[in-house]
């Protein structure tokens, strides 16, 4: 998967925002449903998965690996599974393109079945440190040999039969979680993730779904998950709800642009997955949820978002996990309210797709906003709902995320904020500079 040239744009303010939108499907159920229906034995059907550049690395790699996807002309994909122990040696190199979701939980699979896989990526995720799912990987038996820092290439050795083992998570990450869930798939005996703090739950709900055998207790260490080995999974029918990832742009679009309307079709509200939309509504964001249901297991909404003054607030620390990828738009959102907002407590930002601490501060103050950095997180003064100053330029770091942050930024921004590359806007939400145009009436 090459990497896309790069394009840089500039973003101008804009009048109100109104309409309804569809945001893509969720990022991290995309991957799951492809991964687990690629395991199960028959065919399984998924509506609206995300088709950004992340999840075809996912579809391709799973492919190489034995399963058949196809996608239809009405837009379902169809999955054939291999079976689980199934996994097929493949012919050549994985390549990830900038997905760390598709290498992490990739490697999870790899680690116990009989195969060798090596892992590549472009040169944002080739900077990504893997030791986070190499250590519990290599104790259940696989063997890695990977770049120094443990970074790609990275080639994956797996055992079968692997070794059960009993892990404690020592960061809140739900890909490692994930690693050690899939890996212990395919391995004879119980092996059990023990997670001090919750993380996103999509791979529990999913791999319950498709029938593996698997308990969620809560005791004094955390959330205990046990997985038995040796599963049989059944084939699925899919429907992807939309990603709250996507749909936090356009919550804080509306929210900070004066006179904006926006509705939001279709949001998954997993509570693990929805801290950004806490996080709003502490700030005094106007955030309607409408006909809520529950969809393949999650809950799911339409979100109203209106214009709303915001107000800075201490982002509760422990809302981190359930809202990490949205931070850098809500320092977005910060930017814009009245008073001094402080968010700590995510560490992880330093080793997503970019350092997003360190590339967001440089972002913001290039556009005239007050941002001091800590070692966890920023403090960000805000402009009390007038525009802020604008006219820089921002080095987006081949970080989806950035790139789309700072073009909401430039929605309220006295003079037009370039961005220096929104090519990796692709990997999540392929059509997000079209919806844009649509929203603010110029499509």
């Known amino acids: 998967m090459s990497q896309a040239p790069a394009r840089s744009l500039q973003i101008e303010s804009s009048a109100r925002l109104s309409g309804r939108v569809t945001v893509p499907g969720d990022k991290s159920i995309s991957h799951r449903s492809l991964m687990l229906s690629s395991l199960a034995v028959g065919e399984s059907r998924i ?78 995720l080739s900077k990504r440190p893997m030791g986070r799912v190499i250590d519990p990987l290599s104790l259940m038996g696989a063997e890695f040999t990977s770049s120094p820092g443990g970074r790609l290439p990275m080639m994956v050795r797996g055992l079968c039969p692997a070794v059960p083992i009993e892990y404690t998570l020592p960061v809140a990450s739900a890909q490692v979680k994930s690693a050690v869930l899939l890996a212990g798939l395919n391995t004879p005996g119980i092996t059990r993730v023990i997670e001090p703090v919750p993380t996103r739950d999509h791979s529990e709900r999913m791999l319950a779904g498709f029938g593996a055998n698997l308990t969620v207790e809560a005791s004094n260490r955390g959330r205990v998950i046990s997985i038995h080995g040796e599963a049989e999974l059944q084939p699925q029918q899919i429907v992807v709800p939309g990603d709250p990832s996507s749909a936090a742009f356009w919550a804080v679009a509306a929210s900070i642009v004066p006179g904006s309307e926006v509705t939001i079709a279709n949001v998954g509200l997993n509570p693990t997955r929805a801290g950004i939309f806490t996080a709003l509504r502490m700030m005094g964001a106007d955030i309607t949820e409408v006909d809520p249901r529950t969809v393949g297991g999650e809950p799911v909404a339409d979100l109203i978002v209106r214009h709303a003054a915001l107000k800075a607030i201490d982002v509760p620390p422990d809302l981190a996990p359930s809202m990490i990828d949205e931070y850098p738009v809500l320092f977005v959102a910060a930017a814009l309210a009245e008073g001094r907002t402080v968010a700590r407590g995510a560490h992880e930002l330093r080793v997503k797709e970019s350092d997003r601490i360190a590339a967001m501060k440089d972002a913001l103050q290039a556009c005239g906003v007050t941002v001091e950095e800590f070692d966890d997180g920023l403090a960000i003064t805000g402009s009390g709902g007038e525009p802020i100053p604008g006219g820089g330029t921002v080095a987006s770091l081949l970080d989806h995320r950035i790139a789309m942050a700072m073009t909401v930024a430039g929605l309220v921004a006295r003079r037009p904020i370039t961005i220096d590359d929104v090519a990796p806007v692709a990997t999540s939400y392929p059509v997000f500079f079209e919806t844009l145009e649509q929203l603010a009436g110029r499509a």
């Open 47 to 124: 509506e609206g998965l995300l088709e950004g550049e992340d999840v075809l690395a996912t579809a391709a790699a799973m492919r190489a690996m034995g399963a058949t996807i196809e996608r239809s002309e009405d837009g379902i994909w169809r999955v054939w599974g291999v079976g689980v122990g199934g996994l097929l040696q493949p012919a050549g190199a994985l390549d990830m393109g900038n997905s760390g979701t598709s290498t992490r939980l990739l490697a999870g699979l790899v680690a116990s079945h009989a195969i060798t896989a090596t892992f590549v990526g472009d040169a944002s």
